[in-house]
């Protein structure tokens, strides 16, 4: 027998009692888009690190651990809290039954995109396909739960004068991947979250936040911990940058706060981020941080056991944020009307370098069809060399630069100027070099002590290579609890399974929440 219809009509009741409202930015504030009132984040990162691989790969997913958010978001609605920073997840892994745990606590997800593995380099910042790649996959596993506010493209990438160059190709990644939700249909939020570097504090909220709309974050945070013990609103700092920001066009919010220099601590600044001081101007604030690590943050420790104690930093924070409560804001008509106009792009000087022209999006397409347009191209033994090595994929590249022109896999922040291969990989790069050598060289030999290969062209379109973008087809892949290979929380099915019918209703939650059918409830 076939109960298609009826599991969908059950699960649509049961997901439908448990959905929140989706969260939207008009003018330089959050709004829930239902009751169309103004949302102040009252957060916390949420990143528990457990035992530490020994695998330099393997991503510690908090958001896979679903007895363990089922804990935590217990605690965290004591505490009242309605948003969750997390910093780095698995995209392949399923997290159905954690979003949905946070979701019934009404706790919507902040999300960094960018993790340690697949992240712009500040002091060598490249914006290739492998992080479009990987920052779009994450944005795919992520885009259908109801309680996903926001995605965070970039954290502290630019921290000093030195590197301020990395900010164009952070600036790029924001743009793409708001530009890969739209195609998807998605409205969800894209921004950035910044260090408080006196330095150059006013020319990165401006530089993310000028051009074209499609180019500028969607919020700006900043990671704040001047606010040391029990200081005030003047003495700690946060009286001048909430000057700063006042008429700022976007969003802003302390995307990490709670300074551990005095401790245990109490959170006195909760009453400003609260109250009037601050809320004409940011939106909350997200506190660092929920479990104790080596770093002494913690609200909770995570015991041998799975258990969760409260420490004194969570009672003194349940304390401080007792004390407050949200502002009603201001309505959305009234944001409307006073929209901010978007800032000037900061001139270049000694503190700020990069242009405002940004790199392109990388294209798998183009880089392939380079590829395949090749005649000589990089070995399987240059590629398996270590890169430091001199005939290594790097010391190749440096080699040939200086006998042919580099400039199509090259990027110039400063100068806003990049290659038309500047985001392929390096084989493919040192491919399109070997390339550009034989083709110079018309009678050399391609071989560069066994690092090249004579390849046959599949095709002869090189000069077309450079004009084709990237596909923004929605990725599916993952694989589920139940080995299903879906993810996002939406997958169903149109026969019920044989143990269906005398399931229990918390099992039927379960399959629901899981967004897959098995062929057989095992009982």
Not at 53 to 61: E, Y
Not at 98 to 123: E, V
Not at 311 to 335: E, N, R
Not at 499 to 505: D, K
Request: charged content about 25%.
């Amino acid at each position: 027998m076939h109960f298609g219809p009826f599991l969908v009509l059950l699960c649509f009741a049961i997901d439908a009692a448990h959905a929140l409202n989706q969260i939207v930015i008009k003018g330089n504030k959050f709004f829930d888009a239902v009751t169309k009132t103004q949302f102040f984040i009252k957060g916390v990162a949420y990143q528990p690190r457990g035992d530490v691989s020994s695998d330099k790969n393997a991503i510690n997913d908090p958001l896979a651990d679903p007895s363990a958010c089922a804990r935590d978001a217990a605690l965290m609605k004591k505490l009242g809290l309605n948003v969750i920073r997390v910093y780095e997840v698995d995209p392949y892994k399923n997290h159905d039954l954690c979003m949905k745990s946070f979701a019934d606590a009404g706790i919507y997800l902040l999300l960094d995109i960018a993790t340690p593995r697949f992240s712009i380099n500040r002091k060598t910042p490249e914006y290739g396909v492998h992080l479009y790649e990987a920052y779009t996959r994450t944005a795919n596993a992520f885009m259908e739960y109801d309680n996903m506010l926001a995605f965070i493209a970039g954290n502290e990438v630019t921290n000093d004068k030195t590197n301020t160059q990395a900010s164009a190709f952070v600036k790029a990644a924001v743009r793409d991947v708001k530009q890969y939700l739209k195609a998807q249909n998605k409205a969800i939020p894209v921004g950035y979250a910044s260090n408080d570097d006196e330095d150059i504090r006013e020319e990165i909220k401006d530089y993310f936040g000028c051009g074209e709309e499609d180019e500028q974050v969607d919020f700006f945070g900043v990671n704040m911990y001047e606010w040391c013990g029990d200081s005030t609103f003047q003495k700690s700092g946060y009286a001048d940058r909430t000057k700063e920001f006042e008429d700022y066009h976007k969003p802003v919010f302390l995307s990490e706060y709670g300074c551990n220099l005095v401790t245990p601590r109490v959170f006195t600044e909760v009453q400003a981020i609260y109250g009037k001081e601050m809320t004409g101007v940011w939106s909350g604030g997200v506190v660092y941080e929920w479990s104790q690590e080596n770093n002494n943050y913690g609200l909770v420790k995570i015991e041998s056991d799975g258990t969760a104690e409260e420490l004194d930093d969570y009672k003194t924070l349940q304390k401080a944020l007792s004390k407050v409560s949200l502002p009603k804001g201001v309505t959305m008509d009234a944001a409307i009307k006073l929209l901010k106009p978007a800032p000037a792009c900061p001139s270049q000087s000694e503190n700020w370098k990069p242009s405002a022209m940004l790199p392109p999006t990388p294209s798998d397409e183009a880089c392939a069809c380079m590829r395949d347009n090749l005649s000589c191209m990089a070995s399987d033994k240059v590629m398996s060399t270590d890169s430091t090595n001199k005939n290594g994929i790097g010391s190749q590249i440096d080699m040939l630069c200086g006998i042919v022109p580099c400039n199509e896999i090259s990027a110039d922040a400063e100068k806003g100027i990049y290659g038309a291969y500047s985001f392929c990989s390096p084989s493919e790069k040192l491919g399109w070099l070997y390339h550009s050598y034989m083709e110079k060289n018309k009678g050399g030999k391609c071989d560069f002590d066994g690092n090249a290969q004579v390849a046959n062209p599949k095709r002869k379109d090189i000069d077309k290579c450079s004009m084709l973008k990237p596909s923004l087809a929605s990725e599916k892949g993952g694989s589920d609890n139940l080995g299903n290979g879906n993810h996002g929380g939406k997958g169903s099915s149109s026969a019920l399974p044989l143990g269906i019918m005398t399931a229990s209703p918390y099992q039927l939650l379960l399959i629901c929440a899981a967004g897959s059918i098995v062929s057989t409830l095992l009982l």
